[in-house]
């Protein structure tokens, strides 16, 4: 993994941009071959396999109101350990050991589950889009901050509170494994560019 030389700070802390990401290459499902792109057009990272096929990126992220409504209390004073988190909450804990707040929660990705929009924009969550085993392989060209909650989808039906365990796993990969994500389209192949300039 390449070190990050910046001049300034605003060169090295430059958020991900989901918008950028989808219409640069024409999608709003990610998946293999995908890049996600910070708002400077630099590849943050590149989804080089998966087993899942879809990954959500309109469906948002739930909050403390809409855990309550839908699953009830789930205090840590009766539940322990089981207590119902959420995940706005649960990404602020780990932004905020890095400086980051609320103002940086700017957009998520559903890794593992997808959202389908009818014609006249009804969003609905599509059961069965993942199974046990799946997996995603993110390669990060730039030193890149990922933070993770392991929670349900804000629209999953499932009246019962029952977040599944992923595992995460970390290893250093050279650049070539993301060729198939580098000429998936000509916005990659420029994506791709302004990152390695970065570190020129």
């Known amino acids: 993994m390449p070190r990050v030389r910046s001049s300034s700070e605003s060169d090295a802390q430059r958020p991900f941009t989901m918008p ?3 219409k640069c290459q024409h999608t709003a499902k990610l998946t293999a071959g995908h ?3 910070s708002d400077m057009g630099r590849v ?3 989804i080089v396999a998966d087993t899942c096929g879809w990954h959500d990126s309109i469906g948002g992220v739930s909050n ?4 309550f409504d839908r699953y009830g209390a789930g205090r840590y004073q009766e539940l322990r350990n089981a207590f119902h988190r959420n995940g706005t909450d649960n990404l602020l804990v780990e932004m905020s050991k890095w400086g980051l707040t609320i103002s940086d929660l700017l957009m998520t990705l559903n890794l593992f589950s997808r959202v389908d929009v009818s014609e006249d924009g009804t969003l609905s969550f599509v059961k069965g889009n993942s199974k046990a085993g799946d ?3 993110l ?3 730039m030193n890149t901050l990922v933070v993770l909650t392991a929670i349900q989808h804000p629209l999953d039906p499932n009246p019962e509170y029952a977040p599944k365990p992923v595992k995460l796993e970390l290893s250093r990969a050279e650049p070539g494994v993301a060729e198939i994500c580098r000429t998936a389209c000509e916005e990659n192949v420029r994506g791709f560019i302004n990152t390695d300039r970065f570190f020129l």
């Open 44 to 46: 943050l990272a590149a």
């Open 135 to 137: 997996y995603v392989d």
């Open 35 to 37: 890049c996600l792109y």
């Open 139 to 141: 390669y990060a060209p």
């Open 20 to 22: 950028d990401s989808l």
């Open 64 to 67: 403390a109101e809409e855990v």
